[in-house]
């Protein structure tokens, strides 16, 4: 089902809060990453409609901002920051635990195209250290324990 259809309460809530339509691109390509996973030519060209824009001038953006991938990803997209606070709490250990765990390196997909991993820089919560956010989500003071209660959680979720 196209974004427009699927989402038009979210995206029409969204374009309200906007002068224009094109101010509104960010968050469209937010719900076409939510949507496929990563910002496929397929959202592109939905949100580039929606917001009437051309496609290119919407790919320039979702280039430009690391939050938005052009690569796909796993289901669940899991940015482990090991950034200073982070590292001081163990952080580089619990990463290099967790790619284990996974069996992926840095920057990879496990097999079942579950979950991808990377680390990230500072994300705001080093008082939670060590933390990720999975799909923009925050998990916090992370141990290989809570974590793997974590991944049994996003798999069962991901079953159903
Ligand atoms: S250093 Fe990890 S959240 Fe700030």
């Not at 990230?120 to 060590?130: I, N, R, W, Y």
Request: glycine share 6%.
């Amino acid at each position: 089902m196209a974004l427009a259809e699927k989402y038009a309460e979210q995206i029409k809530t969204t374009m309200a809060k906007y002068p224009d339509k094109r101010s509104a691109v960010m968050p469209m390509l937010y719900i076409a990453q939510e949507e496929y996973g990563w910002v496929s030519p397929e959202g592109i060209q939905e949100v580039a409609e929606i917001c009437e824009m051309d496609p290119t001038q919407v790919k320039s953006i979702a280039g430009f901002y690391t939050m938005y991938s052009e690569q796909p990803k796993g289901k669940y997209w899991l940015q482990v920051c090991t950034d200073l606070a982070c590292a001081l709490c163990g952080a580089d250990k619990f990463y290099e635990d967790l790619k284990q765990e996974l069996g992926v390196d840095d920057g990879g997909t496990t097999e079942d195209g579950m979950f991808t991993v990377e680390h990230v820089m500072c994300l705001a919560a080093c008082d939670k250290a060590p933390m990720l956010q999975c799909n923009f989500h925050f998990q916090e003071k992370l141990d290989m324990d809570k974590m793997r209660g974590l991944l049994k959680q996003w798999r069962d979720e991901a079953a159903k």
